[in-house]
């Protein structure tokens, strides 16, 4: 009951124009949305160990970059620079206090050309070796999350993961099966989630029907983000 009383708080904080206004160093969003929003994920009783959530910040133009974009959240007794990843994703505290003074979160940029979106993905391993079965299972909770919490979710069947990679060339991903390693997985371009805009990565995507159920993904360097991907 809590997740569905909450989802038109997620939607409309997602919709935006109403909660649009300007502000004196740019536009902003509330934060007393963005608070109720994140909530969703902190109550979700369902499996979630292999998951993490952000909030992500896209440029609408495919070629525009995230050079010199500024996230605060600004507070009558407190103001904080949110930092955000080469992905636009950013983790927002859950700060009572913030919540009580009805706190703004101000974009250094128009609003109208980005996107906002919230984004589940799978934690990543520092050692780089992903068991096939925890992918498997990672992008199963991921479908579940997102079908529990959010209305509009489309997506059909969990048929693999997108490795992005925030440097060109890190992009080297590699399949262990029997104690062999396969040649490295091909790479391409694109964005770190598949269903919206965002600045280009190297990414690799490991579908698993192509690959055998069990074995190991190998990661030669640390992913700047897992996500799943759908059919």
Partial sequence: MLLRSLL?????WLAAPCALAQAQDGEWLSYRDAYRAMVVFEKYGKPKHFLQNHYQISPRDPGATLDG????????????????????????????????????????????????????SIVARA?????????????EQAQAYQRATDAAFRGGRCVGV???????????????HGGQDSAPLPPAEGPAFGDGPGPVFSIVNYRFDATPAQGQVISQNMPLAIAPLYD
């Fill in 8 to 12: 038109p708080l997620l939607a409309a």
């Fill in 162 to 176: 997108r490795f992005a990679f925030a440097r060109k060339g890190e992009a080297v991903l590699r399949l262990r």
């Fill in 69 to 120: 974009l500024r996230l605060t959240l600004n507070a009558r007794n407190v103001q904080l620079n949110l930092p955000l990843d080469p992905a636009g994703r950013v983790v927002f505290p859950l700060l009572k206090a913030a919540y009580d003074d009805n706190a703004v979160l101000v974009l250094n940029r128009k609003l109208g050309g980005y996107a906002f979106h919230p984004r589940v």
């Fill in 127 to 139: 050692d780089g070796v992903y068991e096939a079965a925890d992918l498997r299972a990672a992008c």
